[in-house]
């Protein structure tokens, strides 16, 4: 219309904004990015860059709007068309909902093929619904169509469910296409998702992390669980986000140190979380528990600089202990569940899973001062001699963890009866008499 209402501009403002109202809904900050000066920016770390080409409401004087403001584009804004093509050569174009007929964009990307030919990266384009016409004009201008091929009247809809298992696809594939550095995250990363597991995943600040891997890590570890960071796994660039979303799903329990105030780890934890029961958070003594942490249990820990942790692991430790005594029947009966879905190798990452919980908590003990603790061999000796394993000798137990290190290191396959064996066996091991001798001991 040639006028608007106040309201009418109101609104139009704020439809403007969409994307940075949407990534402030999950504490993610949104840089956008409207003049040429903004783009020495340091671009470094987990926010989102949004480069608002034909720029918005706010920024009038920068908006495209007009015939003549799509032609001169190119020559009026060349830093912004410089770093658009760095960013189309760089990486892989994906159109969202774009018909890709603004002339300067289009002006833009036949630049880049003329210069580049055919090494110009290839584009795609997610559609709802397009015609046989629609798609061949994608194609005509080196786009590829990915063609969601349902009503347009439902776009909104197809396109969240895509979205939807496009996520839950890349939180199952991301671990494993990953180079991972902790030995049994390696173990545990080749487990269906829904199984049970020993990992508990810490989102530490940079600041803290000394004081954990010192004082936290040994208490976790006697425990019979893995502590795991996000600095166990490299991901591929700009999957860091992704990636410690797939561990908070994965592990059985997350830690989050939340002293330093929100933080889109934080949010992720409480929000993605189907059992909150599983989720600690931990504030540095003096500090307010955030808002955001409601409905989770919070312990306080003293700052890293305080030599007297006693009570902070204390507590710790006792958390730990209540959660376990929940959880660990799951572990118990998972590997009969993985056999079961004739998932053979995962059945025995799952049965040793649970026998090497249970050692490691009943014998391994090391010391809150120390980051060491006790190696495979050694818990295996360790348990024959004070009588943990029943009828089954050192070596025996130690080829079935040479088993499972084969299917976590090479994908290899195990039959039938190799996995009832050992499933079998971890069993015997559970229900001996030094186990029930030592039931006020036990988590189950």
């Known amino acids: 219309p040639a006028t608007a209402t106040p309201s009418a501009c109101g609104r139009a403002r704020l439809s403007s904004t969409l994307l940075e109202q949407q990534y402030a809904l999950v504490s993610r900050r949104c840089n956008p990015l409207i003049g040429e000066d903004q783009l020495s920016t340091n671009f470094a770390g987990s926010q989102v860059n949004l480069l608002k080409l034909h720029g918005d409401l706010s920024h009038s004087q920068r908006l495209i709007v007009t015939e003549r403001d799509y032609d001169t584009f190119l020559s009026r804004f060349p830093i912004v068309a410089t770093f658009l093509a760095n960013l189309l050569i760089t990486r892989t174009p994906v159109l969202i909902g774009y018909s890709f007929d603004d002339p300067d964009f289009r002006q833009l990307w036949e630049m880049i093929g003329e210069r580049l030919g055919r090494d110009r990266p290839r584009a795609y384009a997610l559609c709802v619904g397009a015609s046989l016409a629609e798609v061949a004009r994608f194609e005509r201008r080196g786009i590829t169509a990915i063609n969601l091929a349902q009503d347009k009247n439902r776009y909104g809809e197809v396109l969240r469910n895509t979205f939807q298992e496009l996520k839950q696809h890349w939180l199952q594939q991301i671990i494993s296409h990953s180079h991972i550095l902790e030995e049994q995250l390696l173990q545990q990363s080749q487990l269906p998702a829904d199984a049970a597991n020993n990992l508990c995943h810490f989102v530490l600040p940079l600041t803290v992390r000394p004081f954990y891997r010192q004082h936290v890590f040994p208490v976790i570890r ?19 986000v992704a990636m410690q979303e797939a561990l908070i799903h994965q592990a059985a329990y997350v830690v989050i140190d939340a002293s330093n105030g929100a933080s889109l780890e934080t949010v992720l934890v409480a929000d993605l979380r189907r059992d909150s029961s599983s989720v600690l958070a931990v504030i540095e003594d003096g500090t307010k528990t955030p808002t955001y942490m409601r409905g989770i249990d919070v312990i306080q820990r003293p700052a890293p600089e305080v030599i007297d942790t006693e009570n902070f692991l204390r507590e710790l430790d006792r958390w730990f202990r209540d959660g376990l005594e929940k959880t660990d029947p799951a572990l118990a009966r998972d590997a009969h569940r993985l056999f079961n879905q004739q998932e053979y190798s995962a059945a ?15 014998i391994d003990i090391p010391s809150p001062k120390s980051d060491r603790f006790m190696s495979l061999r050694k818990l295996v000796e360790t348990a024959k001699a004070q009588g943990y394993l029943a009828k089954y000798e050192t070596q025996q137990i130690l080829s079935w963890l040479k088993v499972r290190n084969n299917i976590a290191h090479t994908n290899s396959t195990v039959t039938r009866d190799e996995s009832i064996r050992i499933i079998v066996g971890v069993e015997e ?10 039931s006020s001991h036990q988590l189950s």
């Open 222 to 240: 006697s425990l019979g669980l893995v502590p795991v960071t996000v600095n166990d796994v490299v991901s591929p660039p700009g999957s860091e």
């Open 348 to 362: 025995v990452l799952s049965a040793i899973t649970y026998l090497e919980t249970k050692l490691r908590y009943r």
């Open 429 to 438: 091991i559970m229900g001996s008499n030094r186990w029930r001798a030592d």
